[in-house]
């Protein structure tokens, strides 16, 4: 994390990044710098090479085929994939997408876009919201009531970027339409813990790379096979797979079909590196150490008066936690508070958090403290100490 006596908390937002990841970036733009798939000369043939290793490391890592694996721009840029590759191709007239309000923003936003767009073709579709428990996971009976004959999509928040509550949907098997399709938003548990998208039973899931240890601009994007022939190029241009015929574009081979454009090739090669990182410390390792970071903040806050806690790990009837919990402060606003706190050292999150102000009301004003496998419990100790302190102060 480098020289500095700041203790970072806000790795929701994006991730402190490993020696290796800095190396990889720097020596792709010091060292050989070229085009991947542009050229047959040694640097470009070995940079493709290197990018279809990273593609199945990737697949290894999600327990996906790599044909499944999209690089991307980020989450945000693989859910719009979704909705414009996916959604416009295949949804019709009276079709349903079941969403949740409460989710980061980038899985709300692109289906109410979706959604505009297909009016404009005179194809009304609905989007139906569904309830989020006291635990803050998406509430599957409530899901489940709403799913209908025209539902089409439903889509999640696998681990929720405010609450730290996980949602898999597993309960819903066997009880709805295996052919509506799951999307999963992995951008909080892609590098926390273990995801197996066969296990989620996913046909889409995305990933963003610079919370994962990766850089920023890159992320993946995971398309179950049978899904395949429903998609429709969402960048069609230089090295995508499409070509002219006599009605237009017709597409190619996955996953190049969704790669138009020049890759962020030093975002996939940290990427690579990162997932090395990853796999030396462990998954398991990593969600083991979190859930315990978890328990000793939530018992550090609940010992202060005035700390509120939003839903999440902190009203589970187990130990549990993924590293993500949100509280207010009796007496003092979530803004000032966070405001204090890094002028104390302690750098958290606050406001709302991306999520949708239009939807939600604005009571989701929060601190939110997320750590990760590089923080420790004497940092939790401190930072509990700290807010036990202010709200002395402010009582």
């Known amino acids: ?33 070229a085009n991947a798939g542009r050229g047959t000369y040694p640097w470009a043939t070995s940079l493709s090479r290197r990018l279809e290793q990273v593609r199945e490391a990737m697949a290894g890592f999600i327990g996906a085929a790599p044909d499944e694996v999209v690089f991307t721009g980020g989450s945000t840029a693989g859910l719009n994939a979704v909705a414009l590759s996916w959604g416009l191709t295949n949804l019709r007239d009276g079709d349903e997408i079941l969403y949740s309000p409460r989710d980061h923003a980038s899985n709300v936003y692109p289906w109410h876009h979706l959604r505009r767009l297909l009016g404009g073709f005179g194809r009304e579709i609905r989007l139906v919201p569904y309830r989020v428990t006291a635990l803050g996971e998406a509430d599957v009976e409530d899901v489940a009531a709403r799913v209908s004959e025209r539902t089409r999509l439903i889509t999640v928040g696998h681990l929720h970027h405010v609450f730290g509550a996980l949602s898999t949907l597993e309960e819903l098997r066997g009880r709805i339409d295996p052919q509506i399709a799951l999307c999963f938003d992995c951008s909080q548990s892609g590098g926390h813990l273990p995801v197996r998208v066969q ?10 790379a610079h919370k994962m240890f990766g850089a920023p601009g890159t992320g993946v994007l995971y398309c179950r096979r049978r899904r395949h022939g429903e998609l429709a190029p969402f960048l069609p241009g230089g090295n995508s797979a499409v ?11 996955m996953p190049q079909l969704l790669e138009g454009g ?19 410390l462990g998954l398991e390792s990593i969600a083991e150490h979190n859930r315990a970071l978890t328990q000793r903040l939530i018992a550090g806050l609940r010992a202060i008066a005035g700390v509120e806690f939003l839903p999440g790990p902190a009203h589970a009837p187990c130990e549990t ?7 207010t402060l009796a007496g003092i606003s979530a803004t000032d508070l966070g405001f204090v706190l890094s002028e104390l050292g302690f750098l958290v999150r606050t406001g709302a958090h991306c999520v949708p102000a239009d939807d939600v009301p604005m009571d989701e004003d929060s601190v939110r403290v997320s750590a990760h496998v590089y923080n420790t419990f004497d940092e939790i100790d401190r930072f509990t100490e700290c807010v036990a302190t202010i709200a002395e102060e402010v009582s």
Not at 199 to 208: G, I, M, Q, Y
Not at 262 to 270: C, D, E, R
């Open 1 to 33: 994390m480098g020289e500095t006596s700041d203790i970072y908390l806000d790795s929701a937002s994006t991730t402190q990044k490993p020696l290796a990841v800095i190396r990889a970036v720097h020596r792709y733009h010091t060292e050989r710098t």
């Open 199 to 208: 296990e989620l039973d996913a046909d889409f899931a995305v990933f963003s």
């Open 243 to 253: 070509s002219l015929g006599d009605s237009g574009l017709l597409g190619g081979s």
């Open 262 to 280: 020049t890759h962020n090739l030093p975002g996939i090669l940290a990427l690579g590196a990162a997932l090395e990182v990853l796999g030396e």
């Open 321 to 327: 936690g993924y590293g993500i919990v949100s509280f």
